[in-house]
Each structure stands twice: as C-alpha cells, then as structure tokens.
C-alpha cells in the first residue's frame, strides 16, 4: 500500500537477522541475561532478546520514516547500475550456496561471507543426505523445466505461477507417503504454531539508548538491500522506482510490524525472485501473499507439517540464479572498462567482505572514478563547420576549418577547485602548439559547465591578466545561467568586459574578429598620426612598462572602444 516496487517482497531476511542478531548481542545487562556467561544473548535469554528486536524493529522504523521526509534517500543516486548488478549477483550467489543446506540435507552455520559459508559446506559434505539431495536436485530441474515449458508453449503458461506449488504439494505427499522423514531424515518444516500474533505495545523504551545506535546500521544496510533489489527489478521491467517512498514503505514495514512482536525486515531477495519468477506485475502480489500467509496461520498450518525443506531450496535457488547477472559484466566490459571495474568490485567485496561493506566501497570507488574524471575533464578543441554558423568539435565535424588567431576550446565538466590547474595547463599547452597560428584569442565554449566555485573564478581572472600581458584575450560563449549569476556577483564580467561574454560560439568569435579589425585599423591610425601608445581599458597604465615616457607622450587610444584617452 505504501511501496511503488511491483515485485518487492518484503518480510524476513537472513542477512538482516544476521546483522541484527549481531548488532544487538552484548546490549542486555547480567542482570537482565544471567544465564549468558558471555555466550550468545539470543540463545541464553530468548524472550529478552527478542523483546530487544521488536524494540529496534520500532527504532527503525521511526528513523526510516524520519530520513523519508527528509528526503535522505538520495543515497541511492551513489549506487549507479554496474554497484547495484554487481551487488545483486553476489548477494544472489550467496542466497544459492545457503540454499545447499536444504538441498543437500545438512545444516551449516549463516554468514554473509561467502570464504565462511564454503568452509561449512566443505566441513559437512560428508553429512549429505543422498536421499535428500537426489530429490533436491531432481525438482530443481523439473522446475527449470517447468518454466521453459511455460515459456514457449502457452498451453502451459500456467505453469510460471503454479508450478512451485504444485511441485510442494508433490514433494510433500511423496515425503509423506513413503514417511522419508522417519526413515531417510529428510527434513521437513514439522509442526507450524497457529494463530495471529498478538498486539503488543510494550517496547521497553528504558533500553531505547542502547538500541539506537546499532539500529542505525541496519537501517543503512536494510535500505540498500532493499533499493538495491527493488532497482533491479525494475530495470527488468522498464519502470522507475522512487527510492524516498520506498524508504518510508521499509519504515512503514518495520514501525507496523513492530506492533506484532516483529523484528526489522528488508526485501528479500529470494522471495522477490520468486515473486519475480512467478509472474507478478503490481503491487496486488503483496496484498494477496499476506492474506494467504493470514488464512495459512489461522487454519493452514498443519499443511506444512511435511513440506520438505529441499523442495523449498530447489524454488529459492531456481529464482535467484537468474539475478546471477553475468552478461551485465559482459557487457560493461566491451562499453566501459572501469564500469566493468565497478561491478566486478561490488561482486567480490559483498562476497569477501560482507553486504554492507562491499556495497560501500563499491559506491566508494564509483564516486572516486567520477571525482577523477572531474579533475581532469574532456577536452574538446571546436573550429567552424563549412558553408554554416555552426561551430563543432573537430571530432564530431571534419569538414571544418579553424579561425586564424583564434582558439576555441570547450571543457567537459564544471570548473571546481580541483580541475583548475588541469584546465589553465591545457590551454597553455594548446597556445604552445598553436604558436605558428599567433593565437591572439581564447574562447571558451562554456555549454557543459554548469557549475562554478570562487576558486574556478580567481584562476580564471590570473589566467585573463597573464594572457592581457601576452596580447591575448580570453572570451567566454553559451555561458550557463547558474554559471552567469555566478560570475555576475563575483563580479567577473566586470573585470573582463561585458563585451567579452557571448550567447553564442559565433557571437564570440564575430567579437573576436572585430576586436582584431579595431586593432590593425588603430595600428595603421599609428602609423600616420606617430608614436600614439594602444592600452587595453583595463591595464593600469601606473603598471605599463615606461609609465612616465607614455603620460609624456599624451594621448592614448583605448583599443577596446576606439577612442582617445586623456592622460
């Protein structure tokens, strides 16, 4: 009702218990948990603890509703498509190797690490029920059957929906049939308490304190699971999904669920496959699995008594490979290697150093990535295309030509702090190429500069003086509004010249070419009047080398309004 993924579900995940079990042990005093002696607190004092959930459930909840409003969930702009597939493949990987235990018939202890969970599997193969995983393994493959049946022949497109239940009910009327539970110990669910959970509202507020605090990981990691899976999903179907309502939908998950003795929850990966898998398009999945798993507690419980669990994992690791998404790195690697960098960083750091971490420096790097390909910006040189107004890069237009005395360069990205140095080289190194062009004007092509800082605007400024003392000038075309206003208040169009700034490639170059028609007519006006110094009006003729030798002269001509000066 609140959340707009159309095939999230949201409820229990091991990774989230994981996490929560381990934020939360050590939190309840001796007093409170006599019988732990330093062990584990869930096991020694499980009613205590749980109580100790349901309150950081409560906690969660309230805080992802708060960063809701205050619209936090921008976050999630840091987790670009190679982090997010990256990440969803691990985690579906690692979903896989935990469903082995059902399947093989062994158990094996939960970890988000994928070195600790192939220990476990390695340490207790020798534990492995044939009987279980030959049956395991069987309906794994009747249900990869089952789909591909239900791809390409519409007679039985049914089967996408009900063939996991039907293969349940299969699975268990065979275990129950032949009683495999009793004399080949294949695990079953067994016995399924009855009835709703009631309302509580005893939160223990007295523990809040201890609780907030690692209840902030969760909420970060839940979050970015969530976001992460409910991102892919939707990618796969070709709509959008606002991440500041699907954190309130989490909070909102996490604050009812509270309610009823709950503890917080994410969105599973395993059963979104499986939704996924199933063929649900809206929202109206959600609604109809929880009334099903109400009437299933009220009056269907004793029906699970003999599921087994390896018809359970063979659903689970038949929808979560297909989040496997390999051919995203294949893909990434012939468009963009560092994309490709990404993705394969978000794999093998979920995998090795666990979800929240993984994620972390994923995201991490792709903003180091992007910061670097901000310091040193695209460089672009822009001459005239034939026979229009037009002015194109050289690469995009090779039926150009080039502006004597004058050099058009347009940079890729905002001038910040940190990219100044590499833009003010760039242009001098351009000058020294161009030395047998006697560059005599610098334009440059603002469109793709839509920010700039004060740092930015000083170097510019030097730059403009350093290049006045060479008799060069600096023009500025299609300046950005944001990046006008800037300069307007830093009063940088002052200093230059207004007459130096231009809507247009064309305008500017037009004012460049007439500065320069100003300039050989004043020469040749120098010429036959005599020794008439030129000073641009904005040198400071106190600075001119000879100052004294050029008041004595009288006047000057200003070349910039092509006018005399007074002394």
Not at 251 to 268: E, I, K, Q, R
Not at 343 to 349: E, K, R, T, V, Y
Request: hydrophobic residues 50%.
């Amino acid at each position: 009702m609140t959340g707009n993924s159309r095939q999230l579900a949201v409820g229990p995940t091991a990774l989230v218990a994981i996490l929560t079990n381990a934020a939360l042990d050590g939190l309840l005093t001796e007093e409170e948990c006599p019988g732990s002696n330093g062990g584990s607190q869930s096991e020694a004092c499980p009613e205590e603890f749980a109580k100790l959930a349901q309150l950081s459930a409560f906690v969660i909840g309230i805080i992802q509703i708060g960063a809701a409003f205050f619209q936090l969930g921008f976050i999630v702009q840091f987790l670009g498509f190679p982090v997010v597939s990256g990440f969803t493949s691990a985690a579906a990987f690692l979903i896989a190797l935990t469903q082995v235990r059902n399947i093989l018939g062994f158990s094996i202890e939960r970890s988000q690490f994928i070195y600790i969970t192939l220990g476990e599997i390695f340490n207790n193969i020798q534990k492995t029920n044939p009987v279980q995983a030959v049956l395991g393994f069987t309906f794994f493959f009747m249900l990869v059957a089952s789909k591909h049946i239900a791809r390409h022949y519409k007679a039985f497109s049914f089967l996408r929906a009900l063939g996991p239940l039907i293969l349940c009910v299969l699975a268990s009327g065979i275990v129950a049939a032949a009683n495999l539970d009793e004399t080949h110990d294949v695990t079953v669910i067994g016995d399924v308490p009855s009835g709703l959970p009631p309302f509580t509202g005893d939160y223990q507020l007295d523990k809040l304190g201890r609780v907030v605090g690692p209840s902030i990981t969760v909420v970060i990691l839940s979050y970015m699971v969530c976001i992460a899976n409910a991102k892919t999903l939707a990618a796969v179907h070709g709509y959008e999904v606002e991440p500041g309502q699907e954190l309130f939908a989490l909070g909102a998950m996490n604050l009812f669920g509270s309610m009823f003795s709950g503890f917080p929850v994410t969105g599973s990966f395993s059963r979104s496959a499986v939704a996924n898998s199933v063929g649900a398009k809206t929202q109206l999945f959600g609604l109809v699995t929880g009334i099903g798993m109400l009437l299933s507690l009220v009056a269907l419980t004793p029906i699970f008594a003999y599921l087994p669990n390896f018809v359970l994992g063979a659903i689970v690791l038949s929808s979560v490979t297909s989040l496997i998404n390999y051919d995203d790195a294949i893909h990434l690697w012939k468009v963009k290697k560092t994309d490709c960098f990404l993705w394969f960083l978000a794999f093998f750091g979920t995998l090795f150093l666990g979800i929240l971490v993984g994620l972390a420096v994923a995201a991490a790097a792709s903003l180091v990535i992007v910061i670097f390909e901000s310091v040193r910006p695209q460089v672009s040189l822009i001459w005239h295309v034939k026979g229009t107004d037009y002015y194109r890069s050289v690469k995009q237009a090779p039926n150009g030509e080039w502006i004597k005395g004058v050099l058009i360069v347009r940079f890729g990205a905002p001038m910040y702090f940190a990219n100044m140095s590499f833009i003010r080289d760039t242009i001098q190194s351009l000058l020294e190429e161009g030395q047998d062009q006697d560059v005599k004007y610098v334009v440059l092509e603002m469109s793709p500069v839509t920010a700039i800082d004060v740092s930015a605007i000083h170097i510019l400024q030097d730059t403009a003086k350093e290049f006045q003392k060479r008799g060069i000038h600096l023009c500025f075309a299609n300046t950005e509004t944001r990046v006008e206003k800037v300069f307007t208040r830093a009063g940088f169009q002052k200093t230059i010249g207004k007459e130096w700034f231009h809507r247009s490639t064309a305008s500017a170059v037009a004012q460049c070419l007439e500065h320069k028609k100003r300039i050989t007519h004043l020469q040749n006006v120098i010429v036959e009047k005599g020794n008439i110094p030129m000073i641009n009006n904005h040198d400071n003729v106190a600075m001119l080398p000879h100052a004294e030798e050029v008041k004595a002269q009288g006047p000057a001509i200003d070349i910039d309004h092509h006018k005399e000066l007074e002394n």
